[in-house]
């Protein structure tokens, strides 16, 4: 382990002697020897995940992928893209002025089927799984 102060604290070292691990701090400037995936690998992908961090469109354009950065006034909901479904087929503008049809439909359903000789707990508004 490096010397970084949470390494050292006395509940962690606790827990490795519980888990069984040896441990050996490795001394301030001795990293690149000894830990070369810090220095060849992680080094480098840490600054280029800093970089990209620092480039506010992409953090924006994150945002707005996860539909979290969409005004709640609808003024962006030509945004809001759902997968599988071309865009030109989602329509949020008219929700306002959309029928109820689907309860309609079930009421017309129901009235047929409870006319026809169902079931006494049918009949009572009662729609058992069989």
């Given at each position: 382990m490096?010397?970084?102060?949470?390494?050292?604290?006395p509940a962690v070292k606790a827990k490795l002697r519980v888990l069984g691990v040896v441990t050996a701090?490795?001394?301030?400037?001795?990293?690149s020897?000894?830990?070369p995936l810090d220095t060849t690998i992680n080094?480098?992908?840490k600054?280029?995940?800093?970089?990209?961090a620092a480039r506010?469109?992409?953090?924006?354009k994150a945002f707005m992928d996860c539909v979290?950065?969409?005004?709640?006034?609808g003024s962006q909901d030509d945004l809001i893209r759902i997968k599988d479904i071309p865009a030109s087929e989602i329509e949020f503008t008219r929700w306002?002025?959309?029928?109820?049809?689907t309860m309609k439909a079930e009421e017309i359903v129901f009235r047929q089927y409870a006319s026809t000789r169902a079931p006494m707990a049918c009949r009572r508004g009662l729609l058992l799984a069989g």
């Amino acid at each position: 382990m490096d010397v970084v102060a949470f390494h050292k604290t006395p509940a962690v070292k606790a827990k490795l002697r519980v888990l069984g691990v040896v441990t050996a701090m490795i001394p301030p400037g001795c990293t690149s020897l000894l830990q070369p995936l810090d220095t060849t690998i992680n080094k480098p992908v840490k600054a280029a995940a800093r970089r990209l961090a620092a480039r506010s469109s992409l953090v924006s354009k994150a945002f707005m992928d996860c539909v979290l950065g969409i005004r709640p006034d609808g003024s962006q909901d030509d945004l809001i893209r759902i997968k599988d479904i071309p865009a030109s087929e989602i329509e949020f503008t008219r929700w306002k002025v959309a029928e109820d049809t689907t309860m309609k439909a079930e009421e017309i359903v129901f009235r047929q089927y409870a006319s026809t000789r169902a079931p006494m707990a049918c009949r009572r508004g009662l729609l058992l799984a069989g």
